[in-house]
Each structure stands twice: as C-alpha cells, then as structure tokens.
Nanobody, 115 residues
C-alpha cells in the first residue's frame, strides 16, 4: 500500500523558513500528483500546493510567492520550501498522493510559527 512519511516540521519565528519533505513508497511516484495540505485547529483541511506528474504547480493564494513545491522522482520525494512564514501558517501539514482516483495521506507534521 501507499506510504507517505513527512518530515521537517517544527517551531520557527515569523519570517523564518522551513522545508518539509515527504518520502513515498508503494506508488509509481512519477505518475502521481503530489501535494501538501494543511489543517489548523478548528479549520478544514486546505490545499497548500500540488504538482502534477508533468510538473504543473498549483498554489493557494495565501502562500503564493512564499512557498515552493518541488519533487525528485529519483528519490520518490516531494518537498515544500516555506519562506517568510507567518503565524497564520501554523498547522499540521499533510502530504498527499493522488493517482487515478486514489488519494493517500501521510500522518502529518506540525508547523508552528511564533510571532
């Protein structure tokens, strides 16, 4: 089965940076759309960014210009570089893989941005 393991979360001050990683297994990684979602306390899970197998990217308006999604198909890994972090970016960040109607989730990694 598909396994997604996130890493790289933590506590950072406002204006700082973090890079999240998600290692995937059990999937033909190069054919999957990979994405990052987040869920803050009391809020619904929302898309942060995703990248198709062809390299097309999509970002939430709130992170455009600050976050960058990338993937390394040789390493079956997707990344989320987060710069200029704000307190409102605080959330659990989840890796997501989507292929042919099947969606899989990682366990999540906490990102906390202090003001």
């Amino acid at each position: 089965q598909v396994q997604l393991v996130e890493s790289g979360g933590g506590l950072v001050q406002a204006g700082g940076s973090l890079r999240l990683s998600c290692a995937a297994s059990g999937i033909i990684f190069s054919l999957a759309t990979m994405g990052w979602y987040r869920q803050a306390p009391g809020k619904q899970r929302e898309l942060v960014a995703d990248m198709s197998s062809g390299g097309w990217t999509n970002y939430a308006d709130s992170v455009k210009g600050r976050f960058t999604i990338s993937r390394d198909n040789a390493k079956n890994t997707v990344y989320l570089q987060m710069n200029s972090l704000k307190p409102e970016d605080t959330a659990v960040y989840y890796c997501n893989a989507y292929k042919r109607g099947n969606r899989s989730w990682g366990q999540g990694t906490q990102v906390t941005v202090s003001s």
